[in-house]
């Protein structure tokens, strides 16, 4: 026993010499290695602080957004609670000394440059050489230019967190609103919604255009008054991003007082679709010069007709997209896999928007109107399962993104560095929308009731014109680019005016829809009342049987001959293409196009099967 001990003692011994040899033997680790792994390491923290703090909140919307439900509280909603618990991180990290730590700035002048630089370089590179080494050692250092990026050489302390949870444009709209918009048009109650189609489209398109301009034009008209310096292109600009209305709150409080569905469809259609509008008139305006006292005829008539191009182009994208998808899944037998199924049909989705914008058209309309054929569509060929998962998985991924942006907003508020407040402006522009929006409501509303049955009665109007809440589309538009102080000023702003709104008129809706009379509720007889929001009651309405084309004036849809052109097309061409509808293709197309028809045709479709 003994012995064994002396020998265990002698190993020990050896080892450890061993040990502590080689670390008196290693070289010494480089002092700038060392602090970058350092920095390094801080900012991983950081990075895991602020996601964890964005979680934790996310938690307590989720709570918050029972809470309200189950007790139906009135003048606040959760969407502005969830815009105030961003205030509240915002105001800690501006005001508290979090992820605080002392900065080094360094002048770096150029070697490699012989003509003046045009445009910011992407990268940097640094290089530091080590004066304590024996050997002579340099180590590079490589800075990427990051949009967003602000500092001030002249402080000493830098928040790191707070550039960090700055807002960022390009997440918002590639990660965050794809989903939130696909949802949109995959949940689409096309009942009313297509009933309502004529006026939906005239709000978005002659609405959206009409509040632009008349945005542009009083606010042109009263900063030249009080010499403020804006150029009208800068306020036409403005004009267009502040046009995108956001359709979560409003819509959440129609959702739960069930208010009358043709009111629901017109604030709903023109909400879902004037984001997209807002957007490629943004870009328009934006891409062209003008001057502050001369407008270009001909460069607005280009404009305009770029605007159609690309927002027709796009949606023609979307379409094609959702309906490849559509004859994928019919043609395929890619329903007994429901995984692989579900993974397709959401793969397929988000390619219409990054297809549309790799060839520099609007995803934002792309994917909305993916979202529509694929419901339209590609629902019907799908099994019970995938139905139910895509179904959910939009819900959850739209709510949490819409709670996370209204969030995102209330932090940016604080930290954002792009922003710069001029209250005369702000005050200005909050004249001049809800002007601008009721020049374009009453007038529109009472042309388009020259033939629209039934019409939209006055209490309707005042409450499309209530409802013009702005939200994080027209943020995000204004965040974009702030390299001017007039941008900022813009951009602090729309900031100003989406909070106000989402407050204000957000809290205020349920007072509303009862002060005007609108009728909500067990007040609407049962057939007129909006569908069911449960997952049931969407499937029962998104798979429609299809029959045989009806006579002129019957068609489920409306009695105006486009769309009555479109549901016969529709029923003799398209779903039996995509579908597995009855009549085939080969029922409906005439005999010299049996062989193709029947390469279309699928066996559900030959034994005579249904939706």
């Not at 991180?89 to 501006?94: A, Q, V």
């Not at 995102?408 to 005050?427: R, T």
């Not at 009806?550 to 489920?556: C, D, I, L, V, Y």
Request: a neutral charge.
């Amino acid at each position: 026993m003994r012995p064994s001990r002396e020998r265990f003692t002698k190993l020990l011994l050896f080892f450890g010499s061993l040990f502590i040899g080689t670390l008196c033997v290693a070289p010494k680790h480089d002092p700038l290695d060392t602090a970058a792994q350092r920095r390094a390491e801080a900012l991983h923290r950081l990075d895991t602080l602020i996601l964890l703090t964005f979680i934790s909140v996310l938690i307590v919307i989720v709570l918050t957004a029972w809470l309200f439900k189950h007790y139906r509280f009135r003048f606040v909603h959760e969407s502005g609670l969830t815009l105030i618990y961003g205030l509240l991180i915002g105001f800690c990290i501006k005001y508290f000394d979090i992820g605080l730590w002392e900065s080094t700035t360094i002048d770096v002048a150029p070697t490699n440059v012989t003509l003046q630089l045009r445009e910011p370089p992407d990268y940097l590179r640094l290089e530091v050489k080590e004066k304590e080494q024996s050997q002579a050692q340099s180590v590079s250092f490589h800075y990427e230019l990051i949009e967003g990026f602000y500092a001030d050489k002249r402080k000493k302390d830098e928040q790191k967190i707070e550039q960090k949870t700055a807002f960022s444009p390009e997440i918002f709209f590639n990660i965050l609103l794809p989903p939130i918009i696909f949802n949109a048009g995959y949940s689409l109650k096309k009942r009313n919604f297509f009933r309502n189609i004529g006026s939906i489209l005239a709000f978005v398109f002659v609405g959206t255009t009409v509040s632009c301009l008349v945005t542009g034009i009083l606010l042109f008209v009263l900063t030249k008054i009080f010499a403020m310096g804006f150029a009208f292109q800068e306020l036409l600009v403005f004009g267009a991003l502040i046009s995108a209305t956001d359709p979560v709150t409003v819509l959440s409080v129609f959702t739960e007082m069930r208010v009358e569905p043709d009111l629901f469809a017109l604030v709903f259609g023109e909400s879902a679709l004037n984001d997209a509008v807002a957007i490629v008139l943004t870009n328009t305006i934006d891409s062209f010069s003008m001057s502050t006292e001369t407008v270009d005829l001909n460069a607005l008539l280009g404009a305009a007709l770029n605007f159609l191009y690309v927002f027709f182009s796009s949606l023609l994208l979307g379409s094609i997209v959702g309906c490849l998808t559509a004859l994928l899944t019919k043609l395929t037998h890619i329903a007994d896999h429901s995984l692989l199924e579900t993974s397709l049909f959401i793969l397929f989705s988000y390619v219409s928007f990054l297809l549309a914008e790799v060839v520099q058209l609007t995803g934002i309309v792309a994917v909305l109107f993916c979202g529509i054929c694929q419901a339209h569509y590609t629902f019907n060929n799908m099994s019970e399962e995938s139905r139910a998962t895509t179904k959910q998985f939009f819900h959850v991924i739209s709510f949490l993104s819409e709670s996370f942006i209204f969030c995102y907003i209330g932090v940016s508020v604080f930290v954002a560095g792009n922003q710069k407040w001029n209250l005369p402006f702000l005050f200005f522009a909050m004249i001049a929308i809800w002007i601008a929006r009721a020049v374009f409501v009453y007038p529109l509303c009472a042309f388009l009731n020259l033939k629209r049955r039934p019409r939209i009665a006055k209490n309707y109007q005042h409450m499309i014109v209530f409802s013009g809440l702005r939200g994080a589309m027209a943020f995000a538009l204004a965040d974009r680019n702030t390299a001017t102080e007039n941008k900022q000023i813009i951009c602090a702003t729309t900031v100003a005016i989406v909070v106000m709104t989402v407050l204000f008129n957000g809290g205020l809706s349920n007072w509303m829809i009862e002060k005007l009379g609108i009728k909500h509720g067990d007040q609407i007889p049962n057939e007129y009342s909006l569908p069911r929001t449960d997952s049931a009651g969407e499937e029962r309405e998104m798979i429609e049987p299809v029959t045989t084309p009806t006579s002129s004036g019957q068609n489920p849809w409306d009695k105006a001959f486009l769309p009555r052109k479109w549901y016969n097309f529709d029923a003799n061409f398209m779903k039996p293409l995509l579908t597995h509808a009855n009549p085939s293709l080969m029922d409906t197309m005439p005999p010299f196009t049996w062989p193709i028809a029947k390469f279309f045709t699928s066996d559900r479709q030959m034994a005579g099967g249904s939706l």
